[in-house]
C-alpha cells in the first residue's frame, strides 16, 4: 500500500510538472504572438501617419505653386494688356487679320485638345472602373478557392481522425476481450483443479477455495484500481491532444483572418486613393479649362474691339475716336 502510494504520488507530481511545463510554452507562444501583432500594428499605425502627412505636405506644395503660377499669369496679363492699349492706334489690318485668322486656328487646336482630353479623360475613367471591378472580382474567386479549400482540409481532418479514434477503439475492445479469455481460462482452470483437489480432500478443497477467493478479490481489486488510472491517463492524454490540436486551428484560423482583413483594408485603401487622385485630375483639368476660357474670350473682345476700331477709322474716322479696352 505505501508502495502503490509512493508511485501515485509521483505520478501525480509527474503529471503536474508536465501540465505546468506545457501551460507555460503555451503562455509564452502567446506571448510571443501579441507582441508580433503589436509590432505589426504600429508599424501599419506610422506608416499610414506618415502617408497622410506626405499627402498633406503635398497638396500644400501644388496649392503654392498654383498660387504663384496664378500670381505670374495676372502680372503677364496686365503687361500685355497695357502693351496692347498702346500697341491700339498704331495697328493695321493686315496684322489684325493676320492676328485674327491665328486666333481661329489657335482656338481651333485648343477646342480640338480639350474635346481629346475629354475623351482621354473618359477613357481613363472606365479603365479605371474596370481594373477596380477585375481585381475585386478576383479577390472574391481567390477567397472563395481559399475558403473551399480549408473546408475540404478541415474534412480530411476530421475523417482521419475519426478513423483513427475507431482503430484505437477497436485495439482497446480487442485487449479486452483477450483479456477476458485469459482470465475465464484461469478461472476454468481453477474450477478443474478445485473438483480434483475436492475429490481428494475436502478440507484442503476447503482451503483452497478460501485462499482462491481472496486471491481472486484481491487481484481483480488490483485489476480494477490499474484499470481506473490508466483510464484517467488516457483520457488526460487524449483531452491534452485535443486542446492542443483545437488551438493549432484557432491559431491558423486567426492568421487566415487576419491575412484576408489585411488585403481588404489594402484594396479599399487603394480604390480610395485612385478616387481621389482622379478627383484632384479632373478639378486640375477643369481649373484650366476655366482659365483658357476666360483668356480666349479677353483675347477675342480685344480683337473684336480692334477690328471695329479698324473699321471706324476706314470710314472717315480717326484713331482716337475708337473704342478702347476696358480695364
Given at each position: ?9 509521483a505520478a501525480?507530481?509527474?503529471?503536474a ?20 501583432i ?8 506610422e ?56 486666333m ?58 475519426a ?42 478443497s ?14 481483480r ?14 483520457a ?34 487603394r ?19 476655366r ?37
Amino acid at each position: 500500500m505505501q508502495k502503490y502510494q509512493q508511485m501515485c504520488r509521483a505520478a501525480v507530481f509527474l503529471q503536474a510538472a508536465f501540465r505546468g511545463r506545457q501551460v507555460r510554452k503555451e503562455v509564452a507562444r502567446h506571448h510571443r504572438a501579441a507582441t508580433v501583432i503589436q509590432s505589426g500594428f504600429r508599424k501599419h499605425r506610422e506608416v499610414v501617419k506618415f502617408q497622410a502627412m506626405r499627402l498633406a505636405a503635398i497638396v500644400i506644395q501644388r496649392h503654392y505653386r498654383s498660387c504663384l503660377l496664378q500670381r505670374r499669369d495676372r502680372e503677364n496679363f496686365l503687361k500685355a494688356r497695357q502693351s496692347a492699349v498702346v500697341l491700339q492706334a498704331a495697328f493695321r489690318g493686315y496684322r489684325a487679320r493676320t492676328g485674327i485668322a491665328k486666333m481661329h486656328r489657335a482656338a481651333t487646336v485648343i477646342q480640338a485638345n480639350f474635346r481629346r482630353h475629354k475623351q482621354q479623360s473618359a477613357y481613363r475613367r472606365r479603365r479605371w472602373a474596370a481594373r477596380v471591378l477585375q481585381q475585386r472580382f478576383r479577390a472574391r474567386r481567390q477567397r472563395n478557392v481559399e475558403v473551399k479549400r480549408y473546408q475540404e482540409v478541415r474534412k480530411a481532418v476530421v475523417s482521419l481522425q475519426a478513423a483513427l479514434r475507431g482503430m484505437k477503439s477497436r485495439r482497446r475492445i480487442k485487449q479486452k476481450h483477450q483479456a477476458a479469455s485469459v482470465i475465464q481460462r484461469a478461472y476454468r482452470a481453477q474450477c478443474e483443479r478445485k473438483q480434483y483437489v475436492k475429490l481428494k480432500s475436502s478440507v484442503l478443497s476447503m482451503q483452497r477455495k478460501y485462499r482462491a477467493t481472496v486471491s481472486a478479490k484481491a487481484q481483480r481489486k488490483r485489476y480494477l484500481e490499474m484499470r481506473s488510472a490508466a483510464v484517467v491517463l488516457q483520457a488526460a492524454r487524449r483531452g491534452q491532444r485535443a486542446r492542443r490540436e483545437v488551438a493549432g486551428w484557432h491559431q491558423a484560423a486567426t492568421v487566415i483572418q487576419s491575412v484576408f482583413r489585411k488585403h481588404r483594408v489594402e484594396v479599399r485603401y487603394r480604390a480610395v486613393r485612385l478616387s481621389a487622385v482622379v478627383i484632384q485630375r479632373s478639378y486640375r483639368s477643369l481649373v484650366l479649362q476655366r482659365q483658357e476660357r476666360e483668356r480666349f474670350v479677353k483675347t477675342r473682345r480685344s480683337a473684336v474691339i480692334l477690328q471695329a476700331a479698324f473699321r471706324g477709322w476706314r470710314s472717315g474716322g480717326t484713331l482716337d475716336d475708337a473704342p478702347t479696352l476696358p480695364p
